[in-house]
């Protein structure tokens, strides 16, 4: 599946890849100042942004999404850059692709399995009432009861198209089937990574903890660990200054 992709800058690839109901506009400020040095191509994985729609998000499936429009593009080998799910999804192309992946760069998940929690959410948000002429407003307050977090909120609306049919871009049918497969993880059989790694955890956050690091260094032998302060899960968002200056300094050291 080839996906929607936005490119910034020129020289080296680094892709960005985003995680579960999100798109590659996400990653808007990071982009802009990362493609300073770089070609920085930010994707929409399948069934987020305006990326196809499938009801198959195993995370093998994912990652040749993700290589395949990479070369449909002429970026590889590129660096690999992902968040939360779209963590899972570079982890899996390094995995499976260790000569396209330069470098791997995931923010905050590890290799595991995590209970599934976002269902509430997806579930939410699959039964807003879609009114003609809605407001964003009358959407966030639809959602506030089952979503009671603002900044969830607005990250979550941010999938609304409203207007006189208001409806999501998201495939909210083909997600919710699926959330158990993303929570899942299942690395290929005997694959290792062992180019340059980092993982970046949000000092706020407990989804990279220490007694996951036994399976990260089996997947991932090269691996660095980087604590990024005043952040927590969406940590790019949370604090972009600093993630792109631990991402620059990775870049650098290992350029």
Same mark, same amino acid.
């Given at each position: 599946m080839?996906l929607?992709a936005t490119?910034?800058?020129?020289?080296?690839?680094?892709v960005?890849?985003?995680?579960l109901?999100?798109?590659?506009?996400?990653f808007?400020?990071?982009?802009?100042?990362?493609?300073q040095?770089?070609?920085?191509i930010?994707?929409?994985l399948?069934?987020?942004?305006?990326s196809p729609?499938?009801?198959?998000?195993?995370?093998a499936?994912?990652? $040749?999404? &993700?290589?395949e429009? %990479?070369?449909?593009?002429?970026? *590889?080998? @590129? +660096?690999?850059?992902?968040h939360?799910?779209?963590?899972?999804?570079?982890?899996q192309?390094?995995?499976?692709?260790?000569?396209?992946?330069?470098?791997?760069?995931?923010a905050d998940?590890?290799?595991?399995?995590?209970?599934p929690h976002?269902?509430?959410?997806a579930?939410?948000?699959?039964?807003?009432p879609?009114?003609?002429g809605?407001?964003r407003?009358?959407a966030?307050?639809?959602?506030a009861?089952?979503?009671?977090? $603002?900044a &969830?909120?607005?990250? %979550?609306?941010?999938?609304?198209? *409203?207007? @006189? +049919?208001?409806?999501?871009?998201?495939?909210?049918?083909e997600?919710?089937?699926?959330?158990?497969?993303?929570g899942?993880?299942?690395?290929?059989d005997?694959a290792r990574y062992?180019?340059p790694?980092?993982?970046?955890?949000g000092a706020a956050?407990?989804?990279i903890?220490?007694?996951?690091r036994?399976?990260?260094?089996?997947l991932f032998?090269?691996a660095?660990?980087v604590t990024?302060?005043?952040a927590?899960?969406?940590?790019?968002a949370?604090?972009?200054?600093?993630?792109?200056?631990v991402?620059?300094?990775?870049?650098t050291a290992?350029?």
């Amino acid at each position: 599946m080839i996906l929607n992709a936005t490119a910034m800058g020129q020289g080296d690839s680094l892709v960005l890849l985003h995680g579960l109901f999100g798109a590659a506009r996400n990653f808007g400020i990071v982009q802009r100042q990362l493609a300073q040095r770089r070609r920085v191509i930010a994707l929409d994985l399948r069934n987020h942004g305006v990326s196809p729609h499938d009801g198959d998000m195993r995370y093998a499936t994912m990652a $040749a999404d &993700v290589l395949e429009t %990479l070369d449909r593009l002429s970026a *590889l080998p @590129a +660096t690999l850059l992902g968040h939360s799910m779209g963590g899972k999804v570079a982890m899996q192309a390094a995995l499976m692709h260790p000569d396209l992946t330069a470098r791997l760069i995931v923010a905050d998940i590890a290799p595991v399995a995590y209970p599934p929690h976002h269902r509430a959410i997806a579930e939410a948000m699959a039964s807003l009432p879609m009114s003609r002429g809605m407001s964003r407003g009358q959407a966030d307050a639809a959602l506030a009861e089952a979503v009671p977090d $603002a900044a &969830v909120r607005a990250f %979550l609306l941010q999938n609304l198209q *409203l207007g @006189a +049919t208001p409806r999501w871009r998201i495939a909210l049918t083909e997600i919710i089937a699926a959330l158990p497969v993303i929570g899942a993880w299942d690395a290929p059989d005997d694959a290792r990574y062992a180019g340059p790694t980092l993982f970046i955890a949000g000092a706020a956050s407990d989804y990279i903890r220490a007694e996951h690091r036994p399976a990260i260094r089996s997947l991932f032998p090269s691996a660095r660990f980087v604590t990024l302060k005043n952040a927590g899960h969406w940590l790019h968002a949370e604090n972009p200054d600093g993630f792109v200056g631990v991402v620059e300094a990775f870049l650098t050291a290992t350029g």
